[in-house]
C-alpha cells in the first residue's frame, strides 16, 4: 500500500540554523511527492513539489530531491527564520485523487 | 488564485445534533476532499469525491456522510455528532488526473469543531 512516515517532531531551532526534516515513502508505481506547510490557525498550503525520480522541488529557500532509491524526499533549507515556523507534512499520490499524507512535524523557531 | 472556501471556522455542537460542514470552491475542480486533523495522526481522509454526485469512502467514513450536489460544493454531515468527532475539519480540491504530472490539492483554513 501507499503510506509516509516523516520524522517525529517538534523541532526547535535558533534562526538561521540548518534544517532537515526526513520523509520517506512506500508506495506503488511512479508517486508524485508533496510537501505541504500550515501555519498557525490555517489550512494547508504546498510549499513543493516533485513529479519524477530525482526531481528537486524548491521554493522560498527549501528544496526536496525524491529519491527512489531510497524512497525518500527530505526537506531541507540552509538557514531558517522565524516566519518558517510551522508544521510541515509529507505527502504523496499515485492517482491524483487519493494523497496520503504524514503525521506532519512542528517546527518552531527561536530568534 | 485558487479558492476553497469553509462555512464556519469554529463550530461548537451538543451530542446527537446534526452537523453540516460546507466547502466550496471556485477553479471548477472534479476533486474534493474532506480530512480530519487530530494530533499525533496527521490528516485522515474521511471521503472524497471525484465528480457530482460520485463519492468514495476514505479511511475513517464511519459516523459520517457526505453530498456533492454541485460541482463547486461538497458537504460532510455528521449524523449524530459524537464528542470523538471533536477535531479540525479540511476540505480540499484538486483538478483531475492529467498526464504523468499529478495536482496538488489546494486547501480551505479549516473548521474547528468541538462537540460537547
Known amino acids: 500500500g501507499n503510506s509516509v512516515t516523516q520524522m517525529e517532531g517538534p523541532v526547535t531551532l535558533s534562526e538561521e540554523a540548518f534544517l532537515t526534516i526526513n520523509c520517506t515513502y512506500t508506495?506503488?508505481?511512479?508517486?508524485?511527492l508533496f510537501w505541504y506547510v500550515q501555519y498557525p490557525g490555517e489550512g494547508l498550503q504546498l510549499l513543493l513539489k516533485?513529479?519524477?525520480?530525482?526531481d528537486k522541488g524548491s521554493n522560498k529557500g527549501f528544496e526536496a530531491t525524491y529519491r527512489k532509491e531510497t524512497t525518500s524526499f527530505h526537506l531541507e533549507k540552509g538557514s531558517v527564520q522565524v516566519s518558517d515556523s510551522a508544521v510541515y507534512f509529507c505527502?504523496?499520490?499515485?492517482?491524483?485523487?487519493?494523497?496520503?499524507f504524514g503525521t506532519g512535524t512542528s517546527l518552531t523557531v527561536i530568534p | 488564485d485558487v479558492k476553497v472556501t469553509q462555512s464556519s471556522r469554529y463550530l461548537v455542537k451538543r451530542t446527537g445534533e446534526k452537523v453540516f460542514l460546507e466547502c466550496v470552491q471556485d477553479?471548477?475542480?472534479?476533486?474534493m476532499f474532506w480530512y480530519r486533523q487530530d494530533p499525533g495522526l496527521g490528516l485522515r481522509l474521511i471521503y472524497f469525491?471525484?465528480?457530482?454526485?460520485?463519492?468514495e469512502k476514505g479511511d475513517i467514513p464511519e459516523g459520517y456522510s457526505v453530498s456533492r450536489e454541485k460541482k463547486e460544493r461538497f458537504s460532510l454531515i455528521l449524523e449524530s455528532a459524537s464528542t470523538n468527532q471533536t477535531s479540525m475539519y479540511l476540505c480540499?480540491?484538486?483538478?483531475?488526473?492529467?498526464?504523468?504530472?499529478?495536482?496538488?490539492?489546494?486547501f480551505g483554513p479549516g473548521t474547528r469543531l468541538t462537540v460537547l
Open positions: 469525491s471525484y465528480d457530482v454526485k460520485m463519492k
Open positions: 477553479m471548477d475542480h472534479e476533486n
Open positions: 505527502a504523496l499520490t499515485n492517482t491524483g485523487n487519493q494523497f496520503y
Open positions: 480540499a480540491s484538486s483538478p483531475s488526473k492529467g498526464g504523468i504530472s499529478y495536482n496538488e490539492q489546494f
Open positions: 516533485a513529479t519524477k525520480a530525482d
Open positions: 508506495a506503488t508505481g511512479y508517486p508524485s
